[in-house]
């Protein structure tokens, strides 16, 4: 008996996440102190296309980031994740996805 690997292609978004931790969530017009800050790999698709890679599918990407440093990171991150990037493109022509992300205590 031998297992078979899966094939899982998604073509989806890749998105940058800026995320803020805070404790409360700003009021209109507002500007708070946020207590940590970081950068992480975000986007329907690709977290789909992640986690079927760490499942155990073997898994390719379809998308597209901009040729700046969050495309560069985000291209790397794929390859780390052992998800084909063969048709994962990146333009000149826009950046990449970003979401401004807030978390607050609750």
């Not at 031998?2 to 998105?15: F, K």
Request: proline share 1%; with cysteine.
């Amino acid at each position: 008996w031998q297992e078979e690997v899966a094939a899982v292609v998604v073509v989806g978004s890749c998105m940058t996440d800026l995320v803020s931790l805070t404790s409360r969530l700003p009021k209109t017009g507002e500007t708070i102190h946020g207590h940590k800050f970081f950068i992480g790999f975000g986007g329907k698709g690709a977290n789909q296309c992640v986690q079927a890679a760490r499942l155990g599918a073997k898994t390719s990407m379809v998308c597209k980031v901009g040729k700046d440093s969050f495309g560069n990171d985000y291209i790397e991150n794929l390859k780390q994740n052992d998800i084909s990037t063969e048709f994962a493109y990146q333009t000149q022509d826009a950046a990449t996805g970003t979401a401004s992300i807030i978390v607050n205590n609750e």
